[in-house]
């Protein structure tokens, strides 16, 4: 648990918004002074402005470790989509035979190619 001046502001904010007490400008100033006076809460100077960077930047093997891909993972030989009118009995007959009626019909398909 964090302590020192911006742990005890943080507190006092909590405790007035649990007791729906109004905030005063008297409550603000100790809570700025509290900010002021902590080490770990320093301003940063223009020289460490100038000499910003990302997290990939500053720490690249971690953002590296983390990083994760979105969607699918790729695939060496992908399908591709095409259009195909069938009949409504051929759609229904395949589809009313449950989940991966389309994978049946490609199975049918590639047996009449020859493949």
Do not use: H
């Not at 953002?63 to 399908?79: D, L, M, Q, T, W």
């Not at 989940?99 to 049918?108: F, L």
């Amino acid at each position: 648990m964090r302590t020192g001046p911006l742990a005890e502001a943080i507190k006092c904010r909590v405790r007035n918004a649990r007791a729906k007490k109004e905030w005063t400008d008297a409550d603000e100033a100790k809570v700025q002074r509290q900010i002021a006076a902590d080490p770990d809460d320093a301003e940063i100077t223009d020289e460490q402005a100038r000499q910003r960077m990302t997290f990939a930047e500053a720490l690249p093997e971690l953002a590296e470790s983390i990083k994760r891909s979105r969607g699918r993972p790729a695939v060496a030989n992908p399908k591709r989509p095409v259009s195909l009118r069938l009949s409504p009995e051929v759609i229904e007959a395949y589809k009313a035979t449950g989940k991966g009626w389309q994978s049946r019909i490609e199975d049918v398909l590639r047996k009449a190619a020859g493949l």
